[in-house]
């Protein structure tokens, strides 16, 4: 299916090599985000089935979590992780979902995102979103490329260092 997409040229240059490793890597994170897609809807269409065919509401969705394992060759309890991935990419952080279509953003990194941002409520979740990831399609910017707040941008209160920490260590290496 994908064989001469991967050929890789022995007689290549350097900067071809690399630009070889870039568009693997953009294909990587715009095939990651069509698979939180598939699988948000895919957990929608099982529930909406189930619903229909009468199935008991604590009985619904049951064996999902291993099935998206299943397709995704990966360990049984590894299912849940990407099910929970999957839906907050799709129905909460919509910056970060465009962020990895496009490949501004690796799946890796998105991750980590859905990961740190699990504790907040889904309406400091989207605010984050929105500041991390809403520069324009394809830039680097955000946390696709740096650290902080976007130029101009304040830290809202619930992501600010609280005073009682004290001023950021920077440690210096010796020597």
């Known amino acids: 299916m994908f ?17 070889v490793v870039e568009d693997c890597e953009r294909l990587k994170s715009a095939a990651a985000a069509a698979q939180a897609r598939a699988t948000a809807l895919w957990a929608a269409k099982r529930r909406l089935a189930e619903l229909a065919a009468g199935v ?13 394992a299943l397709a995704r060759r990966d360990a049984p309890v590894k299912g849940n992780q990407h099910l ?10 919509p910056y970060t979902l465009a962020a990895l279509e496009c490949g501004a953003l690796s799946e890796w990194r998105a991750t980590l995102i859905v ?7 889904v309406a400091h979740r989207r605010q984050l ?16 490329g740096g650290s902080g ?3 101009g941008t304040s830290r809202p209160g619930w992501m600010r260092r609280p005073s009682w920490t004290g001023p950021r260590r920077r440690p210096r290496s010796r020597g």
């Open 115 to 121: 990961q740190e941002s699990a504790c907040l409520s």
């Open 56 to 68: 008991p509401a604590a009985r619904r969705g049951k064996g999902l979590t291993s099935e998206v």
């Open 149 to 151: 707040p976007r130029p």
């Open 129 to 144: 979103d929105e500041e991390l990831c809403a520069d324009r399609p394809g830039s680097r910017a955000g946390a696709a």
């Open 84 to 93: 929970g991935f999957a839906n907050a990419l799709v129905h909460e952080m």
């Open 3 to 19: 064989e001469s997409l991967f050929d890789v040229d022995e007689a290549a240059s350097q900067a071809e090599l690399r630009a």
